[in-house]
């Protein structure tokens, strides 16, 4: 289709038409970043322009040394990195029998993994910070001093990991589908066991969906919120989410502090999808379902 | 007789090891995936069932941690909760918001996808450009948005001011506040479908449009025969889950009305969540999210037999 030639008027509404989508898809994140550099005298201002008068990085300045800012940031990137670990590791070894190998259940825990879709969060949240708090993992005792990792942090890593499980299984197994079937076999041929063939030789192929499915991990615990503000109750083990809202909430919100703090936070989301969105297109295979 | 006993015993267990042999490597490549999910998924889904049934609450919460201890009521948390007529208001409700999102999604998303398929300038640039609403962490999103939605200060009212349009107090009323969650999550919305737009349409076989063009088919014919119904397939489990997610979605509505229109414009989960977490009633926000399950269930098992049948 992409080979199709197109006259020029209907190049220029296409134009035209993308720009102003585009305008209207950033100018939020435009919006957060003009706000963060307002003068505190200048917040609430009338002007629609990006960049305010008498611009100042005061904002950041003041969240980085004089609020908790560091802290969560530490706090939300170590729930992060050990929820992508968890994640994209048993997603990459469960996707790959699904697309695979025929054995009894398949088709049943492929829908079953598809219905755990349905379940409303407040379902499994109420029932885990139950249990979570019966194991004491609602606790804000340090469980790593070193790392500053407490029980609490663990209950989160549980409950992410697992809840874009499902849609990383799929994912992984759509992507595994498109991989000839040959090369396993070459590799069985060669004398490699299963596990061999498929970690030597299927899993570097599949790097465009791993790639995809971190990222979907990395942004499950990156921006959840609803439930870490259930389980976090004291500041110094808030993740950024609930740091920020807590933020956002206090009777006296110091926007230009918010917005600088959504800015550090937005940053890392945007350059990673930025430097991996030409993974997304080929490694997005979710539709790609095959029996 | 006893020969034949013993040998279908053999053969079972036979069986048993052959079977075992021939799916070992599946099972165990499973069981990390399925021990999570039944720790995390399984039992919460059948401790929210006990849970459903009892009266827990603030004032019996401190003694069940501690002695595990539930006082069951029977059905009376269901009856409560389906004779109430907010219940079939806040459905109605949620239904509605479900329906536009998810239909402004996949139309925006194909739409999109169609025209990046088409051979322009900086089409990788506007591609990238496109999924930023995606990129960007929910709940800042929304705070945003909710700053844009202020009566005096906000972006938006400040672009109708513009064009002469009186601003709207977009966020002290019922109506005008889910308009204004439903442009957020829209907003939100689009970059995924459009994602999985695009991967479907670059799976669709080049002759074909060459054929329909031989044919003399035009522009939107091609895209009628050919495009959008073999689109269908890659976009129904995207639409599965875009309803669910839809139907399930507790941040954009619970932050936007935050302070503001707090539970005039509620849909099934942010209710359940309210209930649960801001008014303690433990075992009624159980059994409520039992009827949102079993409503999702009911739909996804209709429509995967509808897509099935065509």
């Known amino acids: 289709m992409s080979v199709k030639k197109d006259s020029k ?7 035209l038409f993308l720009i102003i989508s585009v305008i209207i898809a950033l100018y939020p994140a435009l919006r957060v970043f003009g706000t963060s550099l307002r003068p505190d005298n200048a917040l609430h201002s009338t002007s629609l322009a990006i960049i305010p008068k008498h611009a100042t990085f005061a904002a950041y300045k003041e969240l980085i ?42 088709k049943a825990g492929l829908t079953f993994f598809l219905i755990t879709q349905m379940f409303p969060s407040t379902m499994l949240l109420l029932p885990m910070y139950l249990l979570l708090a019966k194991f004491g993992l609602t606790e804000q005792q340090q469980l790593i001093p070193f790392l500053g990792l407490a029980k609490a942090h663990l209950g989160l890593i549980i409950m992410y990991s697992s809840t874009a499980l499902p849609l990383c299984v799929w994912q992984m197994k759509g992507y595994y589908d498109t991989i000839p079937e040959s090369l396993e076999e070459a590799a069985l041929v060669d004398g490699l066991n299963q596990f061999q063939a498929f970690y030597k030789i299927i899993l570097p192929l599949a790097k465009p969906a791993l790639v995809i499915t971190a990222l979907f991990s990395f942004m499950t615990a990156w921006n959840e919120y609803m439930v870490a503000r259930v389980v976090m109750t004291d500041n110094n083990l808030y993740t950024l989410p609930v740091g920020l809202t807590n933020l956002a909430g206090q009777f006296n919100t110091a926007w230009s502090q918010f917005a600088a703090a959504s800015v550090m936070i937005m940053l890392p989301v945007m350059a990673i999808f930025l430097i991996l969105s030409r993974y997304l297109v080929g490694g997005l295979t979710l539709g790609g379902v095959k029996g | 007789m006893n020969k034949e006993n013993d040998e279908s015993f053999k053969s079972g267990s036979l069986a048993l090891k052959s079977f075992w042999r021939q799916y070992k490597f599946s099972y165990l490549m499973l069981l990390p995936a399925f021990i999570v999910v039944l720790f995390v998924v399984i039992y919460p889904f059948f401790y929210n069932f006990r849970l459903a049934f009892s009266n827990l609450n603030m004032y019996n919460m ?17 009856s409560e909760i389906i004779t109430q007529s907010s219940f079939w208001i806040i459905l109605l409700r949620t239904i509605i918001w479900t329906v536009i999102n998810v239909i402004a999604h996949l139309t925006f998303g194909i739409i999109y996808a169609l025209i990046l398929e088409h051979d322009l300038m900086f089409k990788p640039i506007y591609r990238t450009l496109l999924v930023i609403p995606w990129a ?32 709207v107090a977009w966020l002290s009323q019922a109506g005008t506040g889910f308009s204004a969650a439903l442009i ?32 003399g088919a035009s522009n939107w ?15 129904a ?19 936007l009305t935050q302070n503001t229109l707090t539970n005039k414009i509620d849909i099934l989960v942010t209710h ?20 949102i399950f079993i409503i999702l269930f009911i739909w996804a098992i209709t429509f995967i037999d509808y897509i099935g049948e065509n």
């Not at chain 2, 907003?187 to 449009?209: C, E, H, K, R, V």
């Not at chain 2, 495009?227 to 890659?234: D, E």
Request: charged content about 15%; aromatic content about 18%; hydrophobic content about 50%.
């Open chain 1, 9 to 15: 008027l209907k190049k220029v509404c296409f134009h």
């Open chain 1, 65 to 106: 040394f004089e609020k908790n800012f560091l802290i969560w940031l530490r706090n939300s990137f170590l729930v992060t990195l050990f929820t992508v670990i968890v994640g994209v590791s048993l997603a990459a070894t469960a996707g790959y029998v699904f697309s695979r190998k025929k054995f009894p259940g398949r």
């Open chain 2, 62 to 78: 401190r003694q069940f941690i501690k002695s595990g201890k539930l006082t069951y009521i029977g059905l009376s948390n269901f």
């Open chain 2, 136 to 167: 960007i962490p929910q709940y800042i999103v929304v705070l945003i948005w909710k700053g844009m939605f202020n009566f005096r200060y906000g972006a938006v009212n400040l672009l109708l001011r513009r064009f002469g349009i009186p601003g």
């Open chain 2, 184 to 215: 957020v999550n829209i907003w939100l919305g689009i970059p995924f479908m459009m994602m999985i737009a695009l991967g479907g349409l670059q799976s669709i076989d080049p002759n074909f449009y060459e054929a329909a063009e031989i044919d």
């Open chain 2, 221 to 235: 014919q091609q895209i009628k025969h050919i495009t959008l119904p073999l689109l269908k397939p890659v976009m």
């Open chain 2, 237 to 255: 489990p995207a639409v599965i889950l875009g309803v669910v997610w839809t139907f399930n979605n507790l941040r954009v509505i619970y932050l």
């Open chain 2, 272 to 291: 359940v969540y309210r209930s649960a977490f801001e008014f303690y009633k433990y075992g009624y926000a159980a059994a409520f999210s039992v009827i």
